[in-house]
């Protein structure tokens, strides 16, 4: 019964492909299947069933066209990649094992086609370490035969469900992106979309900005933004950090110098704002440029001109510049270190970054934002973080702002052997004390891996609820809860 060989696997295809809904496909096997792969229309839920076990896979046909779903059977392997290239399904529910083609494999052709359809790998042999490769390779979860049909519909439901929350969700976030992107800067926090708003409405005039905010809280990441809003974005974006070089140094690094203007002075040499032309040029640290420079700034921004250090031929230079400080400039002025006529040129606009625990709603971006960057920098494939971890996160101070975060993040995924990472993998200073979970083999900490990421779906898909979670998962409230309280789940305290 089991076909052998191409040709007897394609004369199966033939066969075997009765489409519950489409009838049109099945005399149209030989025509051009549509080439682009349209997003899934409408409400319904479209799923492709691949087994090459023709009784089996009308078994399973069947029963879920009566439950509701559009359904496409597909007699091998082959068959289905070659209809999954011209139609989008939401979901495919492969055996793992056909002659042509394992499941595993077909999840991959499937994946490559459409990174985010989901699949469900039948396993008819039980054998855990099939599923665990399963789950490791992403499959959205895995069943195993004889099949429970009531758990099929459950599962397939919950897949669904989780579908739905992800486009609702990547809607939201594209319309809020659409407002409030700008490359690169997280926001979503009322403060931080003021912020942007307000980067949004200077950039494209030449008007001076002053940055202000605690250290780590963006201002160098915002001149940059501005200065790639602006009409300036060809030209160079120039940095002069005020607090880095003696008095000395810092002058002739800003305005350049003649040869032979002071003892090694070997050569002529352009200043940052000649360099800058045309560009920006931000000036960090702006608190601590000594007084002396302040007054040469100050005819800078008055009369748009100066001279290199040891000549008195004046320069221009078309330059926009933006300013940064994390200190209290007004008592600095106050205390007569800075000059207050400067202060009215430089804060033109002001823009206050609030510090990060002033906008606690960013962090969950954040925290996406930086776990993506550094998975990728690292080459590992990471969920998230463990409830734990993110509680952890999400309840912390951040005296050193985003920067800290960053850190913390980039930190977490360096040490995390686990594709969650867990409390363990934060420092001392924000986790709670909790005792570790000990060595385990690798089979069973992927398996607990594995059960912990079911739960948490299945918490997620029943909105909280447990006796729905434990339900969906086809175990007792009980053992739901003890398996909560196990993987630090609780979300009671
Ligand atoms: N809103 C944000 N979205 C994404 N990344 C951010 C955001 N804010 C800050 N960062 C990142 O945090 C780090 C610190 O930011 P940045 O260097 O701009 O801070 P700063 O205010 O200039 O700090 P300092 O006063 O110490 O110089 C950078 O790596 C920056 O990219
Ligand atoms: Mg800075």
């Known amino acids: 019964m089991l076909p052998t060989g191409r040709a007897a696997a394609a004369a199966s295809a033939r066969t075997t492909n009765v489409d519950m809904t489409e009838q049109s496909y099945r005399e149209d096997l030989g025509a051009q299947p549509p080439r682009r792969r349209e997003a899934p229309h409408g409400d319904r839920f479209h799923i492709m069933v691949v087994d090459d076990e023709r009784t089996q896979l009308e078994f399973v046909g069947g029963f879920l066209g009566k439950a509701g779903f559009e359904v496409a059977l597909m007699g091998s392997a082959a ?267 430089l804060n033109v606009v002001t823009i206050i970054l609030p510090p990060l625990r002033d906008r606690r709603q960013d962090l969950p971006a954040l925290i996406d934002h930086f776990l993506r960057k550094f998975a990728e920098k690292n080459g590992k494939t990471i969920q998230g973080f463990s409830r734990e971890a993110r509680d952890a996160l999400l309840r912390y101070d951040y005296p050193g702002n985003v920067r800290e975060l960053e850190n913390l993040v980039e930190r977490a995924t360096v040490l995390t052997r686990d594709d969650i990472i867990g409390i363990g993998e934060l420092p001392l200073t924000i986790k709670e004390t909790r005792p570790g979970s000990g060595d385990q083999t690798n089979l069973s900490a992927a398996v607990e891996g594995m059960e912990r990421r079911m739960i948490v779906e299945a918490l997620e898909a029943a909105a909280g609820v447990q006796t729905k979670a434990a339900d969906n998962l086809g175990i007792s409230e009980r053992a739901l809860r003890y398996k909560l309280q196990k993987y630090g789940l609780r979300d009671d305290k």
Do not use: W
């Open 79 to 345: 068959e289905a990649v070659e209809r999954f290239r011209g139609e989008a399904f939401d979901l495919v529910l492969t055996d793992q094992r056909m002659p042509d083609m394992s499941g595993l494999d077909l999840l991959k052709e499937c994946r490559a086609l459409d990174p985010e359809v989901a699949v469900i790998i039948m396993t008819a042999y039980g054998s855990i370490e099939t599923a665990v490769s399963a789950m490791k390779e992403g499959a959205t979860d895995y069943l195993t035969k004889p099949l429970n049909l009531e758990e099929l519909r459950l599962r397939i439901e919950r897949v669904k469900r989780g579908h739905q929350l992800l486009r609702e969700n990547t809607e939201l976030r594209e319309a809020l992106q659409e407002r409030h992107r700008i490359e690169g800067v997280i926001g979503e926090s009322g403060q931080m979309q003021e912020v942007l708003d307000l980067v949004r409405r200077v950039a494209p005039s030449d008007a001076t900005v002053l940055l202000r905010g605690e250290s780590g809280t963006g201002k160098e990441l915002i001149a940059k933004a501005i200065h790639y809003a602006s009409a300036r974005r060809k030209g160079p974006l120039v940095k002069v950090n005020c607090a880095a070089l003696p008095e000395t140094l810092l002058e002739s690094e800003l305005f350049g110098h003649e040869k032979g203007a002071f003892t090694g002075a070997f050569a002529t040499r352009k200043g940052r704002f000649e360099i800058a032309d045309k560009g920006t040029l931000f000036l960090d640290e702006i608190g601590d440029l000594p007084a002396h420079l302040q007054a040469k700034l100050l005819r800078v921004l008055q009369e748009r001109e100066f001279e290199r250090v040891g000549s008195n031929h004046a320069i221009t230079s078309d330059v926009r510049i933006i300013t940064a400080t994390n200190q209290d400039l007004d008592q600095l002025m106050r205390q007569g270190v800075f000059r207050e006529d400067l202060y009215y040129r």
